[in-house]
């Protein structure tokens, strides 16, 4: 399975923009990008995903570099109820197949 | 979104027990169930997946005669810790699908093993 490099840790003051990094250097042409963040003792919410182009959904947006090899999910505006763990993953498939959890980027926010 | 629920959402048990976790989708026809499982401040780890009226596969370590897992119904998937020891305590989360949609997870369940 292609890999993910995601930031251990990044912080943000509330209400600001956060822009969350992801390196997928070795994707390949059918891999999706998927988001997916988990809250302390919670299972994982999904958040967005794409293939080729920039994607908006209510929660967040997903920027894709034009060569695929990395991707950035923004968020427009945090609160404190977005602090989580945010996974970045490559799925061959548009979703639906056994999803493979990197480390991810802990998101700290402060008021 | 779709749901998925899990029961119990915690659990303690007493070591060499069998504990029997649930997973189900509530609005939805789940045609394919992840099972995953989640050390403290560790990352999930998939232990197998079933799809509905077949045998699950296991990945590579995870024991198929200690995790039983039933996917009996297009609603229902178990996951059944056998002769549960303290190693086995963890937080273990749930994931379904419809014929390779997008996954929902259930909130998960954690197990205690004393």
């Known amino acids: 399975d292609a890999k993910t490099t995601q930031p251990n840790s990044m912080e943000s003051n509330e209400e600001e923009p956060v822009h969350l990094p992801c390196n997928h250097s070795t994707i390949s042409g059918t891999d999706y990008i998927h988001w997916y963040r988990q809250l302390p003792s919670q299972g994982p919410e999904y958040v967005i995903h794409g293939l080729t182009s920039n994607v908006n959904n209510r929660m967040a947006s997903l920027a894709i570099a034009e060569d695929r090899k990395s991707s950035t999910l923004i968020l427009h505006r945090a609160t404190l109820r977005d602090a989580a763990v945010y996974y970045c993953?490559?799925?061959?498939?548009?979703?639906?197949?056994?999803?493979?959890f990197g480390k991810g980027t802990s998101l700290l926010v402060t008021p | 979104g779709a749901v998925v629920s899990q029961h119990p959402s915690r659990v303690i048990c007493k070591s060499g027990t069998s504990v029997k976790i649930e997973c189900r989708s509530l609005d939805f026809q789940a045609t394919t169930m992840f099972w995953y499982r989640q050390f403290p401040k560790q990352s999930l780890m998939l232990m197998a997946t079933s799809n509905e009226g077949s045998k699950a596969t296991y990945e590579q370590g995870v024991e198929k005669d200690k995790f039983l897992i039933n996917h009996a119904s297009l609603t229902l998937s178990t996951l059944t810790v056998t002769s549960a020891h303290p190693e086995d305590s963890s937080f273990y989360i749930c994931s379904a699908s419809f014929q390779g949609g997008e996954a929902f997870f259930g909130q998960g369940t954690r197990l205690t093993v004393v």
């Open positions: 993953i490559l799925s061959f498939s548009n979703s639906g197949y056994a999803l493979n």
